[in-house]
């Protein structure tokens, strides 16, 4: 029998509690409400060489329906080392269906933390990791939260010089539309590989009256920066609380960059609970895989 909202919330309430004794103030609650959390892990407690901040959101199907939407925040953190530490958690939550995984996801950090510590790597500079860290921080908890405009800026550094090439408007594909209880879920997607594209892209999106009248238009996308080896990605919720941060999740464990996704709601006055999370990443995953 699937478990119920109520067993699911107390399973998720137990295991907060165990994971806040186990690791005392390391643990951080970063917004109750929304079921944002912080670990901060290390290789040793005496003098950390290596030291990263795993943050979490608890989504409402976790842990028996959904994985946690995470983010894994350290400055030496890139391409590479990004990659094959997310593909192992990937791994335990897969092995693990259904199961409280999050005790299981630090200990791992804390393994390849170790490796590093024991290997032969110069460790980072100290002085650079905490600053960059405490920059960081206040920033990545609004992940799910932020409208493009607040990362402008930043992103700037990321662009390329052809601004010509930049201002072509990238080829939109849109996927096959999903219904269910009068509500319809369609995605569209274009390649884009600066942030001035994707917000040419939105525009024309928004030009067109049906996508301009949709409930939600839920949107992610994920560039890589060849130069810095480091991932440009934002997301939108449009009212559609946490959708972005789940659909850019999607977005992760597939593995895509240098694209934009967009999903598109329109809403048909029966409310769908948690189906709704479920069509908003088949649209996407669907259009990813055409």
Not at 192 to 213: C, D, F, G, P, W
Not at 251 to 270: E, K
Request: proline share 5%.
């Amino acid at each position: 029998m699937a478990a119920s909202d109520t067993e699911r919330a107390q399973q998720q309430i137990d295991e907060i509690e165990a994971l806040s004794s186990i690791y005392g103030d390391d643990w951080c609650v970063v917004d109750e409400d929304e079921k944002i959390y912080c670990i901060k892990i290390s290789d040793c407690l005496d003098q950390p060489k290596w030291t990263l901040c795993l943050q979490v959101i608890l989504p409402p199907g976790y842990p028996t329906a959904e994985p946690p939407i995470y983010q894994l925040n350290a400055p030496w953190l890139r391409g590479q080392d990004y990659t094959e530490l997310a593909n192992s958690l990937e791994e335990i939550y897969v092995q693990n269906l259904g199961e409280s995984i999050l005790y299981l996801w630090v200990e791992k950090i804390r393994e390849v933390l170790v490796e590093k510590a024991q290997s032969s790597e110069p460790e980072p500079d100290i002085k650079k990791t905490t600053e960059e860290v405490d920059e960081d921080d206040g920033d990545d908890f609004l992940l799910d939260y932020q409208p493009i405009q607040e990362d402008q800026i930043k992103m700037l550094n990321c662009m390329t010089s052809e601004s010509q090439e930049d201002e072509e408007l990238p080829p939109i594909h849109h996927g096959n539309p999903i219904t269910d209880r009068r509500s319809t879920f369609q995605a569209h997607l274009a390649p884009v590989v600066t942030t001035r594209q994707v917000k040419r892209v939105l525009e024309k999106l928004y030009e067109n009256k049906k996508i301009a009248s949709a409930t939600h238009n839920i949107y992610a996308y994920r560039i890589y920066c060849e130069d810095k080896q480091t991932f440009l990605q934002d997301c939108e919720d449009d009212g559609e609380t946490a959708a972005g941060g789940r659909l850019l999740h999607l977005m992760q464990i597939l593995n895509v960059h240098n694209v934009l996704v967009v999903v598109s709601r329109w809403y048909g006055g029966i409310l769908l609970g948690p189906d709704r999370f479920k069509h908003i990443n088949n649209c996407a995953r669907n259009v990813l895989v055409e």
